[in-house]
Every structure is written in C-alpha cells, then in structure tokens.
C-alpha cells in the first residue's frame, strides 16, 4: 500500500537549468495538488491537478512553471530557468475526491539552485 | 481566502509534559488536518478532523467547527514529538480542496 511517492528526494540545478519533480499519487487517487515550502515558511498552494486537466493553478509563479498529469504516468512539475529564489522544498499530495477530502503527501523533493 | 493562525508560534516542553496546540481559521470548512513536519523535513498525516474529537495514542484532537478551532493535545510528550506542527484546512469548490496552512508551532522537547 504505496503512499505518495516523490522523487527526486533532493535536487541540485544550476542557475538557468532546467529542474522537474515527479509525484505518483497513491494508487486510486485522481487528485494531486503541489505546494511550495519556502526556507523558515509554511506550505503554499501552487496547482490543482486531476487526470490531463489542471484544475487550479492560482498558485503558480507566472513565467517557467508548468504542470502536468498525463493519463499514464506520474505528475511533474517542471521548472525552466531556475533562479536561486526557486529553491525550496516542494511536496505533492493526493486525494481520492470530492466524498473524501483528506491529502496524504509526499516526502517532498528539495531543490538546491546554486 | 480563509486565514489560519496557530499559537503559539514556539513551545519548549520538559519530557513527560502535556501541551495544547490551537488553530484558528477564518470560514467554515469541509477538511481541517493536523500535520506534524519532522527535523528530517517529512510532513507526517496527524489527524484529519473537520469535526469532533479523535484520538491516537497520545495525541488527540478536537475540532469545534461552528466556533472555528481546532486544538491538538500531545500528552507525556516524547523527544521525537519535536518539529514543527501544522494545521490546514480547506473549502470544497467543486473537487477543489486546496489546503492553506498556517505557520506553523515549533515545538522542542528537552529530555
């Protein structure tokens, strides 16, 4: 019984590379949401995602990022040209649905821009 | 959007010693969860508690949805209940049910 499973656990890029994060959600769940932990911060919402279709991402810096959940396949967040404010800790969650809402998260992938 | 506030911001705890940690939220909720983050940076599921009171071993947790708080109790407490505490919760908008989190309570546990 697989929880959320994220990786990679720790990424290094540097300035201007290219970083992406993938999230396979627990098994069952159609429902992943990122979030963004900045250094000394609480978690921030970025993106809303169910099976091909983002559903909200009011979260999400404007230019170089970008998510997807494909029909096969984990979630992956992708970061263009990354910059050192990107760096931070950023963790997936799932849910089953609208009848159960309770999110059960990743370990999170911990990006290093240097 | 919904604001949380936890208190307090930092708790120091003798081993063995009993604490109460609360959460305010602004609007009513469909979800509220307690999350405890360990120093390793793991966000471990507490509680999922929009309503009503549940227990786990020495952790409980109360949620008094139409006065909009939650209290988590951590009873005879344990070095390895440090790290930092949060609560979040969420507003159902179609399947919708982003979390916004508080700040978080960091709590250290002296042996």
């Known amino acids: 019984n697989a929880g959320v499973m994220q990786n990679p656990r720790h990424l290094v890029r540097r300035r201007g590379q290219e970083a992406r994060l993938r999230c396979s959600p627990v098994k069952g769940h159609s429902h992943v949401y990122w979030y963004r932990q900045l250094p000394e911060e609480g978690l921030k919402f970025m993106v809303y995602l169910q099976k091909e279709n983002i559903i909200d991402e009011s979260g999400m810096p404007k230019e170089r990022f970008s998510a997807e959940f494909p029909k096969e396949g984990p979630s992956i967040l992708r970061i263009q040209q990354v910059v050192r404010g990107d760096s931070a800790a950023y963790f997936c969650?799932?849910?089953?649905?609208?009848?159960?809402?309770?999110?059960?998260f990743g370990q999170g992938t911990r990006l290093t821009v240097v | 959007g919904i604001q949380v506030e936890q208190s307090p911001p930092d708790l120091i705890l003798q081993e063995g010693a009993n604490s109460t940690l609360r959460c305010n939220f602004s609007?009513?909720?469909?979800?509220l969860q307690w999350f405890h983050q360990n120093p390793w940076g793991q966000l471990i599921n507490l509680f999922y508690?929009?309503?009503g009171t549940k227990q786990n071993g020495r952790l409980s947790a109360t949620t008094v949805a139409t006065e909009r708080y939650s209290l988590l109790y951590i009873s005879s407490s344990q070095t390895t209940d440090s790290g930092v505490y949060f609560c979040a919760v969420s507003r159902l908008t179609g399947a919708n049910s982003k979390l916004t989190f508080g700040k978080g309570i960091t709590l250290s546990v002296r042996p």
């Open positions: 969650a799932s849910s089953p649905g609208q009848a159960n809402t309770e999110a059960f």
């Open positions: 609007d009513s909720v469909n979800n």
């Open positions: 508690i929009p309503s």
